[in-house]
């Protein structure tokens, strides 16, 4: 599926694959790499015939197929209008009296075509591929210079979908020559059955009329099917059908890929052409005695965790700089355990398609959006481009869903735009025309492809008209509420329903499934950089409480300019979920099994020393593997005690495994520590082998009711980290309600310490102090301040989130670590230190997170700390024995410090000086 990377002129060749992997031929040429630019601004090159013109210098060097506003371009502008390709190539088809085809993955916006002065084409759209015949003014035995005009205004009809991250402007996927016979094969589509059946529907383009073969030829040469057909000239279409015995089906779990080759025989010469089709079959069906609907893959409920995918690169924007890192992409959504992502806005590029087949993950790809008014231009432009992209597309076994269009986006019409007169107070409207015409669309894609599902319209406002499944987005932050909107969705979806859609129409049957979610814009202002791994964990829980729901959307893949809650930075580097330090072994991918244990509760909830606490269970199935089996729950109730694990008490249930969807298990009933501690509930579901499916796990914070909170043994003194004598940093701040405390860079907290007096401890023989404390990672807004910014539509668009300064920002743990040495001083000489490894925040940070007063507001959520202890010298113990006073600095070299207290971090206590007797 690949060619060298250097071409006929040894010029480098970025994206030297095949670009379309379905559909390949053996002849062709690849025309990525160096080609001379231009950009036109005042549009004389069609004034002064720069397309006939040799002698026009062209000022620059482009990498084709890279946008020319992208920095792998080599242009790097983000300028819209024109701009001028010319290429010079010498090359000729192996084949003699091949017919010669110039092939573009895809131009934006406009585009013409001249092949030796010689206009062969024009194309308008920004994502569908495209080809022009040049065999008459192809120069076979010389050089021949191809000239390419691209246009790119961004008008308000054309289909841009979501570019404001970085624009593609021009030339963005690959750019290829092909060759073929007289008469070849255009196309064919495959419509497959789980039986093996196998529905082909061909076209043929024939230079005369004759007898032809037509065969199919697949998994090495064990599927052959041929029909004789009667070719008359022009264009013909051809059906047929043939049986795969003991079919592989195509699943995420099992991507069986049937490769191999059409060939088109007859006295023309041979055609082949290299492509593949999986066997499988979407769709939607009730179970049961439920008046609802699941989504199905070849006839079995499939549970959909999946992920919103802007498919944006940082250097080449919506083009991916090589194979390896499309083959990555898939990759890296398979490690986490979902099955299924949402292409945001866009058409994806065939060859990530390709992988998306090949490693198996089902895809939900958006037709891309206009953002003016849904007037006849932007209609005509749309409808061309979403054929364009269906055609193409066709073929790939991961696609299982087309959406039309995305939270009304092109949708509303706005009166001024419209040149609306004598109603000035009227809003931009989704109007009763555009719901139909909507309605119209979604027939017709449904009767161009019946084998998918189809959405009208993946909504935020509620705007359904019809449709075969029924999404919604919701953008929330805080468990209560979480729990509280999901509760109230469900409620409302049933047959006849009108909730969740517009017009007067209401719900059908259709499955209900999230299609976007997240805590991205669920917080005022935007999350800006935080933790996500907290908010991820009980929203996962909480939908699959719910027997109606069959999957979700989260927002997102990785990380882009100013969206920062993927489960992955943007350069693809990893962040730290620390489900790990709950249960061990624990992964994302354990919120995204099949089969899955709902604890039916807080993530987090205050408890008394001792209290008993009921916890309810629920199992929910989406997968028959093991249907019919007595699994085992293990479960464990711990706490770490100041470094030790210590296990409150454990058990062990046998749960029947019965059936698809939600059921109630029985309920735990847990008694609490005597102390105060975080206490973790671990459960473990595991199969008849002892092998885990899945872990979850809630916490609780035991408060034991003592003053000054940790329960020391023998004796203690805790000093809340707020209450420092003295402080030596150049700038230091409170947060989490004043029990955390910050220093930036370097500086020191000193406290001043009073032990017991001698009549109340007569003698003191150790001493040790605990304290939990990280490194800290100075934003702009701990020194200039915080700024709200309401981003609006613009954050579409690429707008600045001032990440730094968003108030709720706290970067969550990942793969760059920022570290800082702490010393240990008592009455100004050292006896200690330690190295803090990071400034972490995640879900690790029980308390920072229990304690956010306000569930759209962030202050340092998540953030937690490093439990350091460390013995006084017994030289030293003597003199604190005599004062029983002195005086404790904790010192940042030059990473900064943050101090946790009781209610803050990890750990439920504050500064701890531990003594005995």
């Known amino acids: 599926m690949s060619t060298s990377l250097l071409n006929a002129e040894n010029l480098y060749i970025p994206r030297p694959e095949f670009p379309h992997p379905h559909w390949q031929r053996q002849h062709w040429l690849n025309l990525n790499g160096p080609w001379s630019f231009r950009f036109d601004p005042d549009d004389e090159g069609a004034q002064n015939h720069w397309s006939t013109d040799q002698a026009v210098p062209f000022d620059a060097e482009i990498q084709v197929p890279f946008s020319w506003a992208s920095p792998l371009s080599g242009i790097g502008k983000d300028v819209k209008g024109i701009g001028w390709y010319r290429r010079v190539v010498t090359w000729s088809p192996t084949v003699s009296g091949s017919r010669l085809f110039l092939r573009f993955g895809a131009v934006d916006y406009v585009c013409d075509v001249w092949i030796n002065g010689c206009h062969v084409g024009s194309h308008q759209g920004g994502y569908g591929s495209f080809e022009f015949e040049v065999t008459g003014v192809w120069q076979m035995d010389g050089s021949n210079t191809i000239l390419v005009r691209a246009e790119d205004q961004d008008h308000s009809y054309q289909a841009r979908g979501k570019q404001g991250y970085g624009e593609i402007r021009g030339i963005w996927q690959p750019v290829w020559l092909e060759a073929r016979p007289q008469t070849y094969i255009k196309d064919a589509k495959f419509r497959t059955y789980m039986d093996g059946r196998i529905e082909v529907a061909a076209t043929i383009m024939a230079d005369q009329a004759g007898t032809a073969e037509f065969t199919m030829d697949f998994a090495d040469h064990t599927v052959r099917h041929t029909l004789t057909a009667e070719l008359s000239a022009g264009e013909n279409q051809l059906n047929t059908c043939f049986i795969v015995n003991d079919p592989q089906l195509w699943s995420p779990d099992t991507p069986h890929l049937y490769e191999g080759v059409l060939k088109l025989g007859g006295s023309f010469g041979l055609d082949q052409v290299a492509t593949y089709f999986g066997i499988r079959e979407v769709g939607t069906a009730a179970f049961g005695d439920r008046g609802y609907r699941w989504i199905t893959l070849n006839g079995k409920p499939v549970y959909l965790n999946g992920t919103l995918d802007q498919s944006y690169h940082k250097t080449g924007y919506f083009t991916y700089p090589s194979d390896e890192e499309m083959h990555d992409e898939i990759y890296l959504m398979k490690r986490l355990g979902l099955n299924f992502v949402r292409i945001h806005i866009k058409p994806e590029e065939p060859r990530k398609l390709y992988w998306a087949d090949k490693l198996g993950i089902l895809v939900m790809e958006d037709m891309p959006c206009f953002w003016g008014n849904p007037d006849e231009k932007a209609r005509q432009a749309y409808e061309q481009e979403a054929l364009e992209v ?100 469900v409620s409302k979806t049933y047959p006849g329903s009108p909730f969740n859609c517009i017009g007067g129409n209401v719900q059908s049957d259709a499955p209900l499934m999230n299609s976007e979610c997240g805590n991205v814009w669920g917080i005022e202002g935007g999350a800006g950089d935080s933790d996500l791994a907290w908010h991820y964990r009980y929203m996962m829980n909480e939908f699959r409480k719910h027997d109606k729901l069959c999957g979700f959307v989260f927002t997102e893949f990785r990380d882009v300019i100013n969206e920062f809650n993927g489960y992955y930075r943007l350069d693809g580097t990893g962040k730290e979920f620390g489900y790990d330090a709950f249960v061990p072994g624990m992964t994302l991918a354990d919120l995204h099994s099949p089969d899955f244990i709902v604890l039916d509760a807080p993530p987090c909830r205050t408890i008394s020393a001792g209290e008993q606490a009921v916890v309810p269970m629920l199992r929910s199935s989406f997968s028959d593997r093991h249907h019919g089996q007595r699994l085992t729950l293990k479960w464990e109730l ?33 008694t609490m520590p005597d102390r105060d501690a975080v206490a973790v509930l671990a459960v473990s579901l595991m199969d008849t082998a002892g092998q885990t499916i899945t872990r979850n796990f809630i916490t609780f914070d035991v408060r034991s009711g003592e003053a000054g909170g940790y329960a020391a043994e023998g004796g203690g003194v805790q000093i809340p980290v707020s209450s420092f004598a003295e402080q030596t940093f150049e700038h230091h701040w409170t947060s989490i309600q004043g029990v955390k405390v910050s220093g930036a860079g370097k500086g020191r907290f000193i406290y001043d310490v009073a032990l017991p007096g001698i009549a109340e401890q007569n003698a003191i023989y150790d001493i040790e102090i605990l304290f939990e404390a990280g490194a800290k990672r100075v934003l702009a807004r701990n020194i200039e301040g915080s700024i709200d910014t309401d981003m609006g539509i613009g954050a579409m668009h690429g707008a600045d989130a001032k990440v730094e300064y968003n108030p709720n920002t706290y970067y969550m743990t990942d793969e760059e670590k920022h570290p800082s040495r702490l010393n240990v001083l008592i009455d100004g000489e050292k006896i200690g230190s330690f190295v803090l490894p990071d400034d972490p925040a995640d879900s690790r940070g029980v308390l920072s997170w229990h304690y956010q007063p306000v569930a759209n507001k962030l202050d340092e959520a998540g953030s937690y700390g490093y439990l350091c202890r460390l013995s006084v010298p017994v030289q030293m113990t003597a003199k604190l024995n005599r004062s029983r006073t002195f005086r404790l600095e904790l010192e940042a070299e030059e990473g900064g410090l943050a101090l946790y207290g009781r209610n803050a971090g990890r750990y439920p206590l504050d500064l701890l000086i531990r003594y005995n007797g």
Request: glycine share 6%; charged share 25%.
């Open 390 to 489: 269906i055609e193409r597309d066709y073929n790939h076994p991961s696609i299982f869903s087309w959406v039309m269009f995305n939270e009304t986006w092109g949708l509303k019409t706005d009166p001024k735009e419209a040149g609306v007169t004598g109603d000035i107070g009227r809003q931009s409207s989704y109007l009763p025309e555009t719901q139909e015409w909507v309605r119209e669309k979604y027939r017709w894609a449904k009767r161009l492809d019946p084998t998918r599902i189809v959405e009208d319209n993946s909504p935020c406002n509620y705007d359904h008209v019809e449709t075969d499944i029924n999404t919604w987005h919701f953008y929330i932050n805080g468990y209560e509420q979480v729990r509280a909107h999901l509760d109230d969705v």
């Open 638 to 670: 711990w706490h770490d005690d100041l470094g030790v694990r210590t296990v409150v008490d454990s058990g062990l249930l046998k749960v029947d495994w019965e059936g698809y969807g939600v059921a109630p298990l029985s309920a735990l009933s847990l």
